[in-house]
């Protein structure tokens, strides 16, 4: 009986490893099942966080727009009493950027300075960008004028705006030319004050059409075009 139960005994253990092995096999198995899925699961994980994080970033922006403004640091050359002024303007162009995750650039531009539609001055603007929810500004930009007329009714007004320190020009920005549906062009319009040098209220911003130059050459080659393929004039030329 000794030996039968010893034998019993390491029948049971046999038995036990067999189904310990079994065991592990079917885990096994049931893992190397479930192993694509997790490494998919993972890998959605993994291109999904970024494609969900920067959006909702960037929703926090929404409603946000940058401001755009000018001052005139100093002026010369500005005297109601002459007909014909040679001014001088020290300007300085401001961005307020209050988006954390875009920014706002300025193309490098041309100023225009003018005075009740009389033009007095202009010069070249550097480009610059606004980032990071903060104000970036470039100063001493110069925009000069020689010999310019000015309008006896302008230098009424102005002189007597200057003397009650309420004089304001308009300062024009016109990026360049751009190809998107059709070719347009940034135009900033601002209106700072003179002889305080506070930045102006926020400029307006808006997008045209160009104007294009008229073109003498191309006026001169459509007509010789008419001509050719005019019946009459054909008639004439070629009996």
């Not at 096999?25 to 994080?53: C, E, H, N, R, T």
């Amino acid at each position: 009986m000794g030996a039968h139960g010893r034998g019993t005994a390491d029948e049971r253990l046999l038995i036990d490893d067999e189904d310990r092995g079994g065991c592990f096999d079917q885990a096994s198995g049931f893992f190397m099942d479930i192993l694509p899925g997790v490494l998919g699961a993972l890998l959605a994980l993994v291109i999904m966080v970024p494609l969900l994080y920067y959006p909702y970033q960037w929703s926090s922006d929404n409603g946000k727009h940058p401001e755009y403004s000018v001052a005139v640091a100093g002026f010369s050359g500005l005297d109601p009493a002459r007909a014909a002024v040679d001014p001088t303007f020290d300007l300085t162009f401001r961005i307020k950027e209050p988006r954390k995750w875009s920014t706002a650039c300025l193309e490098r531009s041309t100023a225009v300075v003018s005075y009740r539609g009389a033009r007095l001055a202009s010069g070249p603007v550097p480009g610059f960008c606004g980032r990071n929810e903060d104000t970036t500004e470039v100063s001493s930009v110069m925009a000069w004028g020689v010999g310019v007329p000015v309008p006896q009714f302008a230098r009424a007004r102005l002189a007597d705006e200057l003397a009650r320190g309420e004089a304001a020009v308009d300062v024009v920005l016109t990026g360049p030319v751009r190809f998107r549906i059709n070719y347009v062009q940034t135009v900033i319009e601002c209106k700072p004050r003179l002889g305080r040098g506070e930045a102006s209220p926020p400029c307006l911003v808006r997008e045209e059409v160009p104007t294009l130059p008229d073109d003498a050459a191309r006026r001169q080659q459509l007509a010789r075009k008419q001509l050719r393929l005019s019946p009459g004039v054909s008639s004439k030329i070629h009996p």
